[in-house]
């Protein structure tokens, strides 16, 4: 059974750093397009992140670029976000989720998600 489950949002001043990490189960991450997403209120869900399968590329959102990095733990399975000099407008849920294709930065593309954790911006 495939599993995505997200850890490590909270509450952080403007210009500071949280790491989100997605711990999957079930599933192996090399054969899948893992992507970070988020949602704001009111707001679509707009891609974050993602590496293609086997991770042989990374892509960023232009909102994000330069301040956020993807990284990965193979032997934990674990997928990481990295966030650093964040604004009161990365304030959203962020997800996780896993494409068995083509996943690039379209949430319509991804198969299964986690449940989200919430990363709010605030001073």
């Known amino acids: 059974q495939v599993q995505l489950v997200e850890s490590g949002g909270g509450l952080v001043h403007p210009g500071g750093s949280l790491r989100l990490s997605c711990a999957a189960s079930?599933?192996?991450?090399?054969?899948?397009?893992i992507g970070w997403f988020r949602q704001a209120p009111g707001k679509e869900r707009e891609g974050v992140s993602c590496?293609?399968?086997?991770?042989?590329?990374?892509y960023y959102s232009d909102s994000v670029k330069g301040r956020f990095t993807i990284s990965r733990d193979n032997a934990k399975n674990t997928v990481y976000l990295q966030m650093n000099s964040l604004k009161p407008e990365d304030t959203a849920v962020y997800y996780c989720?896993?494409?068995?294709?083509?996943?690039?930065?379209?949430?319509?593309?991804?198969?299964?998600w986690g449940q989200g954790t919430q990363v709010t911006v605030s001073s």
């Open positions: 079930g599933f192996t991450l090399d054969y899948y397009a």
């Open positions: 590496f293609s399968s086997s991770a042989i590329s990374t």
């Open positions: 989720a896993a494409a068995r294709g083509w996943g690039y930065l379209n949430p319509d593309n991804y198969d299964y």
